[in-house]
């Protein structure tokens, strides 16, 4: 399985952008896909989830200004970000676990960089 992520760029805050993936190959009956990100000198963190059940999970950083979607029959996920702050520059990264398998799928990163 490979994840492929596209949207990342340059924004200024109080703006928007839309992260998408597509993962070709299948991920497993149960999964779940989403996004983390790593800002420069910081640790890898959670940004959002959604499971093929459409449940989903957001780190409290982003709540009300993010919302993660995805079409499990193309294997896509989506992020769309609003009301941008400068911390959340970072490289997001997708993301896709396969339950049954036990198994992590990780995507190489696009930059989203918000100006201030």
């Known amino acids: 399985v490979q994840l492929q992520a596209s949207g990342g760029g340059l924004v200024q805050a109080g703006g928007s952008l839309r992260l998408s993936c597509a993962a070709s190959?299948?991920?497993?009956?149960?999964?779940?896909m989403g996004w983390y990100r790593q800002a420069p000198g910081k640790q890898r963190e959670l940004v959002a989830t959604?499971?093929?059940?459409?449940?989903?999970n957001y780190a409290d950083s982003v709540k009300g200004r993010f919302t993660i979607s995805r079409d499990s029959a193309k294997n896509t996920v989506a992020l769309q970000m609003s009301s941008l702050k400068p911390e959340d520059t970072a490289i997001y990264y997708c993301?896709?676990?396969?339950?049954?398998?036990?198994?992590?799928?990780w995507g190489r990163g696009t930059l989203v960089t918000v100006s201030s």
């Open positions: 190959g299948s991920i497993g009956s149960g999964n779940a």
């Open positions: 993301y896709a676990r396969d339950f049954v398998a036990v198994r992590d799928y």
């Open positions: 959604i499971s093929t059940g459409g449940r989903t």
